[in-house]
């Protein structure tokens, strides 16, 4: 059974840097596509990054484009979300989702809270 776990989310200051990650595990083979999603209180859930298998193509959301990277370390069933010059608009609960055989995030972590505070 796939498992994903977060961490690394907490209260910050307005321009403070986190960084989360989300460990794997539970299937064997090719590193799947992973990504950051987020949820601000009364808002839907919003696509925030991707990686894929490699680790070579990297895709972004406007808003936090320039601002948060994401990698991962295939060794360490991995993935990270480095988050700089956080906002206040940042806040959230940040969810890491994996792909499955066919194309669709079918695995989800149970969420780490990062809030931002101006």
């Known amino acids: 059974q796939v498992q994903l776990v977060e961490s690394g989310g907490r209260l910050v200051q307005d321009g403070a840097s986190l960084r989360l990650s989300c460990a794997e595990s539970?299937?064997?083979?090719?590193?799947?596509?992973m990504g950051w999603f987020r949820q601000a209180p009364g808002k839907d859930r919003e696509f925030v990054a991707s990686?894929?298998?490699?680790?070579?193509?990297?895709e972004y959301a406007a808003p936090i484009k320039g601002r948060f990277t994401i990698s991962r370390d295939k060794a360490k069933n991995t993935v990270y979300l480095q988050m700089n010059s956080l906002k206040p608009e940042d806040t959230a609960v940040y969810y890491c989702?994996?792909?499955?055989?066919?194309?669709?995030?079918?695995?989800w972590g149970q969420g780490t809270q990062v809030t931002v505070s101006s």
């Open positions: 989702a994996a792909e499955g055989d066919y194309g669709e995030y079918d695995y």
């Open positions: 539970g299937r064997t083979g090719s590193p799947f596509v």
């Open positions: 990686i894929n298998r490699s680790g070579n193509t990297r």
